[in-house]
């Protein structure tokens, strides 16, 4: 970990690791963040493993305004009012992906939404400007642990998993987001922050509220997920097997992990499809994969997608929390 000014050289480092795929912390006027590239699979599977999150929240998108949005996020009325009144600024929205919008399914943790954001801070828009990416970043913190304000927060609580910490001095607004989804009817306010609640309603009218939200990630213990999460819920039109041995069933199609050999139906041409999470059980690029592939041979509609076991360790249990999760769906 390099701890760095945030001057030019800084900046065109930072800009340059996360062009190859690496994570940058940064500070933004909300909170210190902990970025890569949103468009690398890979490079946000790295954000998972790095903060220890047992689960995969779908994460805020930043860049430098609405124009650069507009390629992965689709704004309607409301969302550009708001975007006008709040951006750069302190006020995330939740809206529909485009329909081929560059960014990692991952980051949407699988949902056909994206939560998108211009920060005011300086650092953050210089870095976004000289990295020409779109930059995911939940807060720079392990799991569980208070947001950093401080570059130095971030050295000590992520020190070794992330390559530059670029030093912005403390932020300024030392609270989070306020979190706001445009993808129904009813905007729903999904987590409180810097942006008030009545100066939304201001600009687009009645705002309803979701869970509490706070500046501390949720605790394991905590519910699944807050009401306003759970309609948007992920889960695919196939049902789900999971655990699938080393053989399948008529018109399943695999999702595999690691070399397991496994042989399709006897009798039959075999399985629908299949796709490898990761062939060398790396559990990191599995959870690369993971959502792009469900997306994958959820639209070949087979008659279920059989689901090779997976291990529980590091991201495994984020893996596969997510997996029971799209199984149960009724
Ligand atoms: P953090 O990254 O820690 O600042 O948290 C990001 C917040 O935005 C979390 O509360 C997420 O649940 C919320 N969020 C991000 N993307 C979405 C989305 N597509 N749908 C709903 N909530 C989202
Ligand atoms: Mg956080």
Redesign the pocket.
């Known amino acids: 970990m390099a701890l760095r000014p945030a001057d030019g050289a800084g900046i065109a480092a930072a800009a340059d690791r996360l062009r190859s795929g690496g994570l940058v912390a940064f500070p933004t006027e909300t909170v210190y963040g902990l970025g890569a590239d949103a468009t690398d699979d890979r490079a946000v599977a790295r954000i998972f493993a790095a903060k220890g999150r047992p689960r995969f929240?779908?994460?805020?998108v930043h860049a430098p305004d609405l124009a650069a949005h507009r390629a992965w996020a689709v704004f309607d009325e409301r969302a550009l009012r708001l975007a006008e009144a709040f951006w750069p600024g302190a006020l995330?929205l939740?809206l529909p992906r485009t329909p081929d919008a560059p960014v990692s399914r991952l980051v949407?943790?699988g949902?056909d939404?994206?939560?998108v954001r211009a920060p005011d801070h300086p650092v953050a828009q210089a870095l976004m400007r000289a990295a020409g990416c779109p930059v995911a970043?939940?807060?720079a913190n392990r799991f569980g642990r208070l947001s950093p304000t401080e570059a130095r927060h971030v050295a000590a609580s992520l020190g070794g998993a992330v390559e530059i910490v670029l030093d912005g001095g403390p932020c300024s607004g030392g609270l989070?987001?306020t979190?706001l989804?445009l993808t129904g009817e009813t905007p729903v306010l999904?987590?409180p922050g810097l942006v008030t609640h009545e100066s939304i309603e201001e600009i687009i009218g009645p705002v309803q509220t979701a869970g509490a939200?706070s500046a501390v990630?949720a605790p394991p213990e905590a519910p699944l997920e807050s009401p306003g999460?759970l309609a948007?819920h992920y889960a695919p039109r196939a049902r789900l097997r999971l655990g699938a041995g080393d053989a399948l069933e008529e018109g399943e199609a695999l999702l595999a992990f690691g070399d397991a050999p496994v042989a399709g139906p006897a009798g039959t041409a075999g399985y629908a499809a299949v796709r490898n999470l990761s062939p060398a059980g790396d559990l990191t690029e599995a959870a690369a994969n993971l959502f792009r592939m469900l997306h994958e041979l959820d639209a070949l509609a087979p008659a279920a997608i059989a689901v090779s076991a997976i291990p529980e360790d590091g991201l495994g249990a984020a893996i596969n929390d997510r997996l029971r999760r799209a199984a149960h769906r009724a």
């Open positions: 929240n779908p994460l805020i995330t939740v949407s943790a949902l939404s994206v939560a970043a939940p807060s989070e987001s979190v989804s999904l987590r939200g990630d999460m948007a």
